[in-house]
Structures are given as structure tokens and as C-alpha cells.
């Protein structure tokens, strides 16, 4: 079955770095296009980051271009997100999550680790 | 780019039907048969309940249905039963080769 596993969150204070990774397993990693998707406490989903199979291409929200990179190493089933100049308005619990067999929506998600940036 | 419009909260009786409606833009919801739709019970991860706006995925109640008009996607879920208490969020594609997700609606059954 489909597992998605992430780990790095933590504390950290504003404008320091944070790198989180998503372990994956019980599907061909390398052939899926995976996302970062946050939830702040209490708000709702945001759409972070997608990168596709290969790690040709990537893509960014708004709110994060520029501060975030995603990235995937397909001989570890694992999927990153490196994160600068981190801000307050980042704390979030971040998921990593798998498109659907040729489609781009997800279909499964991972449990979440919660980010909180505070001094 | 802005999230989807969604109503904060939508309740109903057991038993019961109720839609909840996602609203977009023709860049997202309304160029593309990409929504989906997911359930989220407080402190778990969302599960997908519906893609391709209106496929269900094994294993998920007939009970739920989707659809879309113009620019404005719609969840039903019919027969409604407590454990459909949740939040839901929609999700489109869009033409910026992005995800959007919609601002979420609290399902309460009374």
C-alpha cells in the first residue's frame, strides 16, 4: 500500500532554513509527480509545490516562489523541501502527496509534519 | 492565484442530501476536467473522495457525487451519515500548470 512519510519539521526561528523529507513507498516512486501541500493551525489547504517524475520540472505558489525548493531523489524514494528565509505565516503542518496515475490530482497524502517558525 | 469559493459551512439531518459548491475561474474549475475533492476529519490528512470531477475511487461511498457547471464545481453527498462529519476542500488544476484548493467547508450533521 501507499506510504508517504515526511519528517524535518520541527521549531525554528524566523529567517532561518528548514529542509523536510518525504520517505515513499509501495508504489514506483519514479514514475509520479509529487506535491507540498500546508495547513496553517486551523485554516485550510494551500498548494505549495509540485515536481514531476524526472525532477524536470517544478512549479510554485505565489507565497513561496523564491524562498522554497522541491526537489526528489528517485534512487531513494524520497521527496525534499528546502525552505528560507523562513516567517511566521509559514507555520503550517506540510504534507507531501502523489498524483493520480496520469492525472494532475492528488490522490494520496502522508500524515503531515508541522513546521512552526517562532523566535 | 487566488483559492476557490467554497461556503464556510453546510449542514444538514441524518439521512439527508446536501452539495457543496466550489467557484473558480475559467484559468482553473472551468477549463479543466481536473477537480477533485477531499475529506478531512480533524487532526487526520485529507482523503480523496472524488477526481476527475465526478469519478469516485474504489472504495469511496456512493453516497458522494460530483459535477460542474461553467465555472462552479459541486459535491453532493446523499443519504448523509455522521461519519460524514468533516471539512472538505475542492481542488482544480490550473492553466498556470498549478494546484488551487478551495477555502474549505465544514459539513455538520445535526
Known amino acids: 500500500q501507499v506510504q508517504l512519510v515526511e519528517s524535518g519539521g520541527g521549531v525554528v526561528q524566523p529567517g532561518r532554513s528548514l529542509r523536510l523529507s518525504c520517505a515513499a513507498s509501495g508504489f514506483t516512486f519514479s514514475t509520479y509527480g509529487m506535491h507540498w501541500v500546508r495547513q496553517a493551525p486551523g485554516k485550510g489547504l494551500e498548494w505549495v509545490a509540485v515536481i514531476s517524475y524526472d525532477g524536470s520540472d517544478k512549479y510554485y505558489a505565489d507565497s513561496v516562489k523564491g524562498r522554497v525548493t522541491i526537489s526528489r531523489d528517485n534512487s531513494k524514494n524520497t521527496l525534499y523541501l528546502q525552505m528560507n528565509s523562513l516567517r511566521a505565516e509559514d507555520t503550517a503542518v506540510y504534507y507531501c502527496?502523489?498524483?493520480?496515475?496520469?492525472?494532475?490530482?492528488?490522490?494520496?497524502w502522508g500524515q503531515g509534519t508541522l513546521v512552526t517558525v517562532s523566535s | 492565484q487566488s483559492a476557490l469559493t467554497q461556503p464556510a459551512s453546510v449542514s444538514g439531518s441524518p439521512g439527508q442530501s446536501i452539495t457543496i459548491s466550489c467557484t473558480g475561474t475559467s484559468s482553473d474549475v472551468g477549463g479543466y476536467n481536473y477537480v477533485s475533492w477531499y475529506q478531512q476529519h480533524p487532526g487526520k490528512a485529507p482523503k480523496l473522495m472524488i477526481y476527475d470531477v465526478s469519478n469516485r475511487p474504489s472504495g469511496v461511498s456512493n453516497r458522494f457525487s460530483g459535477s460542474k457547471s461553467g465555472n462552479t464545481a459541486s459535491l453532493t453527498i446523499s443519504g448523509l451519515q455522521a461519519e460524514d462529519e468533516a471539512d472538505y476542500y475542492c481542488s482544480s488544476y490550473t492553466s498556470s500548470i498549478t494546484r488551487v484548493f478551495g477555502t474549505g467547508t465544514k459539513v455538520t450533521v445535526l
Open positions: 502527496a502523489k498524483d493520480w496515475p496520469g492525472r494532475p490530482e492528488i490522490d494520496y
